[in-house]
Structure formats: structure tokens, C-alpha cells
């Protein structure tokens, strides 16, 4: 099959209604976007460090993201939903490397994470409300992972959306009681909401997804701000799930990662947790919202959550105001090569407590020791919650002593 490169598409932004915020270009070997006269007229600054309203057709100040400016960047999915839908085209002869940008986007169409959408769609991506079994779902996924299930690649790429990381996950609509699960569609019975379910990947632990609800249960005892979480008990296994908060009742809300706002590579980590702190002052112009932030540093520092670089953590657009979005992808974590993706005031191999008082008295944060002494009590609740999650007593016992050597 011939492939055609996307050469133009139209962005739309969803609030109160849909707003057509302009129009994405390639030439000259350069993606441009222009804002629609009508949407600069309306006020709504939803990217503005690096796409500021103005009237010119402009290009993206760095090659981070294959061209797009990183607004247009946080729609596309990676890992997982990448390599989904590279499986797909190449059913249809088409190499995933002739792929642009632009193709992606128009692949994620209305179905992406936030509130933009993007066309022409495309017209294959066409969703049918059905009941959806986990055990048969993780099943396929593993197919998919080996090589093998074809058959389920489009459905698995529609569930999955443009969700991020590498673990296979879906959005999916969940009942009020949690025991029904419904492929994301318009047509749903009355309280459902829409949800992010995770599955194993190969090189994961069997407990991955209770630690991962072990994680969200003590971030939420620490005072961060959490979606509800749950965990989605089967015969095969159990599945992380966590409610989507870039949704609200069926409304879509503006969702911007801090590697998007600040063209910031997360795949090169760059960043000290001063400049999340530093973005979150200049975006939300609200010292609680600096101090949510700090919390979540402290979080990931003692609970030896190392996978903390810059595309997991996120800004929610809602009435023209910023806040920090609820936090997401908390877990134990290595991170890359032993060290802390975001450095703590300087330190990324061993940062301490010390580090995070540095971290905090140059944010300006009123008594960072009593945010710190809040986390430490709760990250002391680990053995138990983990215990009455039926995690292996192995794992109990390492993440334990890890953390606890973070409290010293």
C-alpha cells in the first residue's frame, strides 16, 4: 500500500464547546502551526512558555519531539500505543518509519489524553460499545508483546488511546460498583466514568500492579492529591486501575506536561525538582500549588519512586486557570541506571532529606519538615498496606528497607 504523508491538519480545542484553535503544517521539512484568528480572540493561552498566542505561523524551537511543538507532543502515546499502532500499519505494508508526526496525531484523532483533537481523522478507529474481560485482554496483550495476535491489534490500539508509557494499559468506561468495564464509547449507561487500567508487561513483577496501588494508597495518606484507584482482582491477575482526571462527567480538560510546556526531552533527563517548583510558581501563580509539588518531590525521594522525569508530572487548564494536575505513575522504581530521574537540589544518585530541605527552603516552602515528616509517616505504613494487599513478603521486606534508608 502506498502511504501518503498528512500534510495538514486542524486542531480543536474542547472546553464549554469545540473551539478551533488552528491548524498544524508540514514544509519545508518543518512542522508549523497557526492559531485560527477566532481562538486568539477568545483568550485561551493553553501552552504559553513555548506556543503564546499570536498570529504568525510559527515552528517548534527544538527537534525534542520530532518536530511538534510539545503541546501537540503530550497527545501522542509512547511506548506501548507507539508500537501498537506501528504493528497496525505494517499489516497494510507501510513501514512505521514513513510515519510523520502529523500521521500520528491524526491516528489519535478525538480519542486522544487532554482536550485537544485532531483532523482528518483516521476513518478506521471506529469505537462500538462492548463489555470488556481483563483476563482475556491481558491475555492478547502478552500475544501482542511475543510477536503474535494481530487479530486484537486495532481494538488493543483503540483501548489504549494515546495513553503514555511503556506498560500495555486501556481507557476504558467502569461502573459506579467497579464490576463492569465498557470500551471507551459516547454510548454508556448513566455513572460510568472513564478510567486508565495497567497491565503487566514482560519484564514485570507479578505484584507490579498491587504495589502500585500500595504506592497510591500511601501518597494519598501523605496528603498528595490522587485520583481514586483501584485494584482490579481477576483469576490472572491483578490490574492497576486509576480514574482519568483530564475528564470530568463526559467534559474534556487541558492536561500539559511539564516536558511539554517547557520543551523539555524526558528521555534525556535534564531537570532538578527546582525548576517543577519554579514552573509551578511561574504557571499557577499559587504558593499552594508549589507546595503540592514539594510534597510529591518528597514522595518520590522517600518512597524510591526514581521514574520521576519530566513527562510524569502534569498541569490541568480549566475556567483560564493552572493547577498541578493529581499525581500519576507512582511506584517503586530504580529509575534509569540507579539514579533519580529528577535530580533533588543537585543530587540524583543519593538524595536524602537533607537534600529536600535544600529543595524546599529555596522554594521559599513554610516548614518543608513538617511536609517531610508527614511523608516519612506514612511512607512508615508500607509493610502493613502492602501485607493486606497480598504482596510477596520478598518484595514487603526490600521495599521496606529501602525506604526506610531514605528516612534517615
Not at 511506548?79 to 506501528?86: Q, S, Y
Not at 491475555?139 to 501482542?144: D, L, R, V
Not at 486484537?152 to 511503556?166: V, Y
Request: hydrophobic share 35%.
Amino acid at each position: 500500500m502506498n502511504h501518503k504523508p498528512t500534510q495538514l491538519l486542524n486542531v480543536f480545542y474542547h472546553a464549554d464547546k469545540k473551539y478551533h484553535m488552528g491548524r498544524l503544517a508540514s514544509r519545508d521539512r518543518k512542522i508549523w502551526f497557526e492559531y485560527s484568528p477566532d481562538f486568539i480572540a477568545e483568550g485561551f493561552e493553553l501552552s504559553p512558555f513555548k506556543l503564546s498566542l499570536q498570529p504568525n505561523a510559527v515552528s517548534a524551537d527544538t527537534n525534542a519531539f520530532d518536530g511538534l511543538h510539545g503541546i501537540f507532543n503530550d497527545s501522542l502515546p509512547d511506548g506501548w500505543g507507539r508500537m501498537l499502532l506501528d504493528r497496525q500499519v505494517a499489516k497494510y505494508g507501510i513501514s512505521h518509519h514513513l510515519l510523520t508526526p502529523l500521521d500520528r496525531l491524526s491516528h489519535v484523532g478525538k480519542y486522544g489524553m487532554g482536550a485537544l483533537s485532531y483532523e482528518p481523522e483516521y476513518s478506521e478507529d471506529v469505537q462500538h460499545a462492548e463489555n470488556l474481560d481483563l483476563m482475556k485482554l491481558a491475555k492478547e496483550m502478552q500475544q501482542i508483546l511475543e510477536g503474535e495476535g494481530d487479530d486484537a491489534l486495532l481494538k488493543l490500539k483503540q483501548l489504549a488511546g494515546s495513553s503514555g508509557g511503556a506498560r500495555p494499559k486501556i481507557t476504558a468506561k467502569v461502573s459506579p460498583d467497579k464490576k463492569h468495564i465498557m470500551s471507551r464509547t459516547d454510548n454508556h449507561p448513566n455513572g460510568y466514568e472513564d478510567w486508565l487500567i495497567k497491565f503487566n508487561s514482560r519484564f514485570d513483577d507479578a505484584d507490579s500492579g498491587r504495589i502500585e496501588y500500595a504506592y497510591s494508597v500511601i501518597a494519598k495518606d501523605s496528603g498528595i492529591n490522587m485520583p481514586e484507584t483501584y485494584l482490579f482482582d481477576t483469576v490472572s491477575g491483578s490490574y492497576f486501575g486509576v480514574q482519568r482526571f483530564d475528564r470530568d462527567n463526559g467534559r474534556r480538560i487541558h492536561m500539559h506536561s511539564l516536558c511539554g510546556l517547557i520543551h523539555s526531552d524526558y528521555r534525556f533527563p535534564s531537570l532538578d525538582y527546582s525548576d517543577l517548583l519554579k514552573v509551578t510558581q511561574a504557571l499557577t501563580k499559587d504558593m499552594r500549588e508549589v507546595e503540592a509539588a514539594f510534597r510529591l518531590a518528597c514522595f518520590n525521594v522517600i518512597m524510591h519512586n526514581r521514574d520521576d522525569h519530566s513527562k510524569n508530572f502534569s498541569f490541568l487548564y480549566q475556567n483560564m486557570e493552572w493547577k498541578l494536575s493529581p499525581a500519576y505513575d507512582l511506584t517503586f522504581s530504580s529509575g534509569p541506571n540507579g539514579y533519580q530521574s529528577m535530580t533533588v537540589a543537585g543530587e540524583s544518585l543519593k538524595p536524602a532529606i537533607s537534600h529536600l530541605k535544600e529543595l524546599g527552603k529555596k522554594a521559599n516552602i513554610k516548614k518543608p519538615e513538617r511536609i517531610i515528616d508527614q511523608v516519612i509517616a506514612s511512607a512508615m505504613k508500607w509493610k502493613n498496606t502492602a501485607s493486606s494487599l497480598n504482596i510477596s513478603d520478598s518484595t514487603i521486606k526490600t521495599i521496606d528497607q529501602i525506604i526506610r534508608k531514605h528516612t534517615r
